[in-house]
């Protein structure tokens, strides 16, 4: 990591979080200089997510850091169920079972598997990520200020918050990614779009070591509380071992909770008091709202500065690393100078769908997780006897199938589509249904390129990343020299593969596929067209626009 000495840089990052990080080290594998400032000194005292997608692993695999994330510090060999109770030394309604980490297999849609890695373990990983590249800058304890744009850039004012000495730097482009009340955001104007509370909710981390031999419950990664007012707190193993995330989930009126009344709660939970240390206390807002646009000309909105989602999913952080795998090539494109303010404009258009999407699941798997306040358990439930124990198989089973929708998301975080986008060309063929617990895998315009091993250990989606990657599918592949010089004419980088995988040739459908640097489906066809610069103006985000 180098240290910026003049006060020009390419890109600007606002917000040192893990989707900040994310754009810096991606911008920085790229060989794109970037500089990254955060008003904190980095140090994550609250865990505001846990979980790491499989699309974002997949991103991690192609950034190398698979094994560091995996060993970054939670216990891999901690249960995963998912359990509803009355407390934890009271009644279990139901479980969802999931292996271990250590346990658990990739399906066959992708090479990875989602990881449990707290942000207190995983923004340390993209941090070390970024600092390894010399184009890279981190810069903690500065505060953005305000900023200008102006014809060949935007002039941002920062502040550093020990010395209190305020500085100009010039950059090219900015990126927001400052949060849900992202200054950035508010000074150009953007609104959010969506309700801004669905609950008020207090976050408690308190360590207490052997948790689990103070309750009679199998051991669990999440437990959902549940009385006869429904849905009150659910419990979370933050580290899989003497850390624990409370959090008393209260109703859209705001309220402040006492230490006391925290404390009597998670006594509560545990259905007994017992000895915990209390570690910090967040009281945070639930959201879903979207900003209405995700950019200006030379500055763009990534992570909860452009979406804020209730955690119930895991959508959030990996929407955001979303926004910004699909940004950081185009921002290396106008760089370089062979992209396009078209193609920069096309974020928006691709991403903006994805995080209304994104959110709105979010916010469903909230309504059923918080349904028992709805619906309220009859009083047999939490009733001892014969009848209490048939009510409370019953609610158990209902609760368990509903729920089934939040802990099986494979579709959300793989089956994204760029439909209508000006740099994908469709192919004629019908957009797939938009599920939820079920992905099958398409190489249809648009969408995630699909994952098929090509060997032990090496999937198709390790030929994808830096540059637009054309496959010659099968023996018979038609010649693509002419692609191959309209790319170069144009300065656009190229890879091509021939691969022989009769696996491969059946899953992309076509013999010719061109995959985008994010990983996406541009283009395919059986032959190239006669056209091929408006094939690669297209896809640059340079092809004229339809009138």
Same mark, same amino acid.
């Given at each position: 990591?180098?240290?910026?000495?003049?006060?020009?840089?390419?890109?600007?990052?606002?917000?040192?979080?893990? &989707?900040?990080?994310?754009?810096?080290?991606?911008?920085?594998?790229?060989?794109?200089?970037?500089?990254?400032?955060?008003?904190?000194?980095? +140090?994550?005292?609250?865990?505001?997510?846990?979980?790491?997608?499989?699309?974002?692993?997949?991103?991690?695999?192609?950034?190398?850091?698979?094994? $560091?994330?995996?060993?970054?510090?939670?216990?891999?060999?901690?249960?995963?169920?998912?359990?509803?109770?009355?407390?934890?030394?009271?009644?279990?309604?139901?479980?969802?079972?999931?292996?271990?980490?250590?346990?658990?297999?990739?399906?066959?849609?992708?090479?990875?598997?989602?990881? /449990?890695?707290?942000?207190?373990?995983?923004?340390?990983?993209?941090?070390?990520?970024?600092?390894?590249?010399?184009? +890279? %800058?981190?810069?903690?304890? %500065?505060?953005?200020?305000?900023?200008?744009?102006?014809?060949?850039?935007?002039?941002?004012? &920062?502040?550093?918050?020990?010395?209190?000495?305020?500085?100009?730097?010039?950059?090219?482009?900015?990126?927001?990614?400052?949060?849900?009340?992202?200054?950035?955001?508010?000074?150009?104007?953007?609104?959010?779009?969506?309700?801004?509370?669905?609950?008020?909710? *207090?976050?408690?981390?308190?360590?207490?070591?052997?948790?689990? /031999?103070?309750?009679?419950?199998?051991?669990?990664?999440?437990?959902?509380?549940?009385?006869?007012?429904?849905?009150?707190?659910?419990?979370?193993?933050?580290?899989?071992?003497?850390? $624990?995330?409370?959090?008393?989930?209260?109703?859209?009126?705001?309220?402040?909770?006492? %230490?006391?009344?925290?404390?009597?709660?998670?006594?509560?939970?545990?259905?007994?008091?017992?000895?915990?240390?209390?570690?910090?206390?967040?009281? $945070?807002?639930?959201?879903?709202?979207?900003?209405?646009?995700?950019?200006?000309?030379?500055?763009?909105?990534?992570?909860?500065?452009?979406?804020?989602?209730?955690?119930?999913?895991?959508?959030?952080?990996?929407?955001?690393?979303?926004?910004?795998?699909?940004?950081?090539?185009?921002?290396?494109?106008?760089?370089?100078?062979?992209?396009?303010?078209?193609?920069?404009?096309?974020?928006?258009?691709?991403?903006?769908?994805?995080?209304?999407?994104?959110?709105?699941?979010?916010?469903?798997?909230?309504?059923?997780?918080?349904?028992?306040?709805?619906?309220?358990?009859?009083?047999?439930?939490?009733?001892?006897?014969?009848?209490?124990?048939?009510?409370?198989?019953?609610?158990?089973?209902? !609760?368990?199938?509903?729920?089934?929708?939040?802990?099986?998301?494979?579709?959300?975080?793989?089956? !994204?589509?760029?439909?209508?986008?000006?740099?994908?060309?469709?192919?004629?063929?019908?957009?797939?249904?938009?599920?939820?617990?079920?992905?099958?895998?398409?190489?249809?315009?648009?969408?995630?390129?699909?994952?098929? $091993? =090509?060997?032990?250990?090496?999937? %198709?989606?390790?030929?994808?990343?830096?540059?637009?990657?054309?496959?010659?599918?099968?023996?018979?592949?038609?010649?693509?020299?002419?692609?191959?010089?309209?790319?170069?004419?144009?300065?656009?980088?190229?890879?091509?593969?021939?691969? =022989?995988?009769?696996?491969?040739?059946?899953?992309?459908?076509?013999?010719?596929?061109?995959?985008?640097?994010?990983?996406?489906?541009?283009?395919?066809?059986?032959?190239?067209?006669?056209?091929?610069? *408006?094939?690669?103006?297209?896809?640059?985000?340079?092809?004229?626009?339809?009138?």
């Amino acid at each position: 990591m180098k240290h910026v000495t003049n006060n020009e840089i390419p890109v600007l990052i606002v917000g040192g979080g893990p &989707v900040g990080l994310a754009l810096a080290g991606d911008l920085g594998w790229r060989g794109v200089d970037c500089l990254l400032i955060e008003r904190s000194d980095g +140090v994550i005292k609250q865990a505001r997510m846990d979980m790491v997608g499989i699309r974002t692993m997949e991103f991690c695999r192609r950034w190398g850091i698979v094994d $560091w994330v995996e060993n970054a510090g939670y216990n891999r060999d901690y249960p995963q169920d998912c359990a509803w109770v009355s407390s934890l030394n009271g009644d279990e309604f139901g479980r969802e079972h999931f292996p271990t980490p250590a346990e658990a297999v990739p399906p066959p849609q992708s090479p990875q598997n989602r990881e /449990r890695c707290p942000q207190n373990f995983f923004d340390p990983v993209l941090r070390r990520f970024a600092e390894q590249f010399d184009g +890279v %800058t981190l810069q903690y304890q %500065t505060e953005f200020v305000s900023l200008l744009a102006h014809d060949h850039g935007v002039r941002v004012t &920062v502040r550093d918050v020990v010395s209190d000495r305020t500085r100009d730097i010039e950059a090219k482009y900015v990126v927001a990614c400052d949060g849900g009340a992202s200054t950035v955001r508010q000074q150009l104007g953007i609104d959010m779009q969506g309700p801004p509370a669905l609950t008020y909710t *207090t976050n408690v981390i308190f360590r207490c070591d052997g948790l689990e /031999r103070l309750h009679n419950k199998q051991p669990g990664y999440r437990y959902i509380f549940i009385g006869p007012e429904g849905t009150w707190a659910t419990l979370v193993a933050i580290n899989g071992r003497d850390q $624990w995330r409370f959090s008393l989930v209260g109703d859209a009126n705001r309220r402040e909770r006492t %230490t006391e009344e925290l404390r009597a709660a998670i006594e509560r939970a545990m259905g007994k008091p017992f000895d915990f240390e209390i570690l910090s206390v967040l009281p $945070w807002v639930r959201r879903q709202q979207v900003a209405e646009r995700y950019a200006t000309s030379r500055v763009f909105l990534a992570g909860d500065a452009a979406h804020l989602t209730s955690p119930t999913g895991g959508f959030g952080m990996n929407t955001g690393i979303l926004d910004v795998v699909n940004l950081s090539w185009k921002l290396e494109a106008n760089v370089r100078g062979w992209g396009t303010p078209a193609l920069l404009h096309s974020y928006d258009l691709e991403q903006r769908p994805v995080g209304v999407r994104n959110v709105s699941e979010a916010t469903s798997n909230l309504a059923r997780m918080l349904s028992p306040r709805v619906t309220a358990p009859s009083d047999a439930v939490f009733t001892p006897g014969p009848e209490g124990d048939a009510a409370r198989l019953a609610f158990g089973q209902a !609760y368990t199938e509903m729920m089934r929708r939040e802990w099986f998301s494979i579709g959300i975080h793989l089956g !994204y589509v760029y439909e209508g986008s000006p740099v994908v060309i469709a192919d004629g063929t019908p957009q797939p249904e938009d599920t939820v617990s079920t992905y099958t895998q398409t190489a249809r315009p648009g969408s995630r390129a699909p994952h098929v $091993w =090509l060997s032990p250990g090496v999937s %198709t989606l390790d030929l994808f990343g830096k540059a637009f990657v054309l496959l010659r599918l099968g023996a018979n592949a038609p010649v693509v020299d002419a692609l191959i010089d309209a790319a170069r004419q144009r300065g656009v980088p190229l890879q091509v593969h021939d691969l =022989l995988h009769a696996e491969v040739r059946e899953m992309y459908a076509s013999p010719l596929v061109l995959v985008r640097p994010d990983g996406q489906v541009a283009w395919r066809g059986e032959v190239l067209p006669k056209d091929v610069l *408006t094939l690669i103006d297209t896809v640059r985000g340079a092809a004229p626009m339809p009138s």
